[in-house]
């Protein structure tokens, strides 16, 4: 069993930022894809980030593109999303997946339990 916890939301101005972090406790979490995805009111969970098992490949959502980095962390267990320039449409619960393989081409199949971001105008 996996389990991922998010950590770092809260509310910012539009233009700020915030850096969120997921922790896991797969005891094999080097050698599988970690993403990020997200949700806003009304609407589907959606793609934000991925990053590869060695943290060599990453792959940002077009509508974060030059905002959003993802990292990790293989020793720390850990990865990240640093968000900046912030948008009220960024405005989501953000949750950190953990994928079945090393890639994010192969699926995620576990979930953390979300962090809620609010940006305001």
């Known amino acids: 069993q996996v389990q991922l916890v998010e950590s770092g939301g809260g509310l910012v101005q539009a233009g700020g930022s915030l850096r969120l972090s997921c922790a896991a406790s797969?005891?094999?979490?080097?050698?599988?894809?970690m993403g990020w995805f997200r949700q806003a009111p009304g609407k589907e969970r959606v793609f934000v980030a991925a990053?590869?098992?060695?943290?060599?490949?990453?792959l940002n959502a077009d509508s974060v593109k030059g905002r959003f980095t993802i990292s990790r962390d293989n020793v720390k267990n850990m990865v990240y999303l640093q968000m900046n320039s912030l948008k009220p449409e960024d405005t989501a619960v953000y949750y950190c997946?953990?994928?079945?393989?090393?890639?994010?081409?192969?699926?995620?199949?576990?979930w953390g339990q979300g962090t809620q971001v609010t940006v305001s105008s």
């Open positions: 997946a953990a994928g079945v393989g090393s890639n994010w081409t192969q699926g995620f199949a576990y």
């Open positions: 797969r005891r094999t979490f080097s050698s599988y894809a």
């Open positions: 990053i590869n098992w060695s943290g060599g490949s990453t």
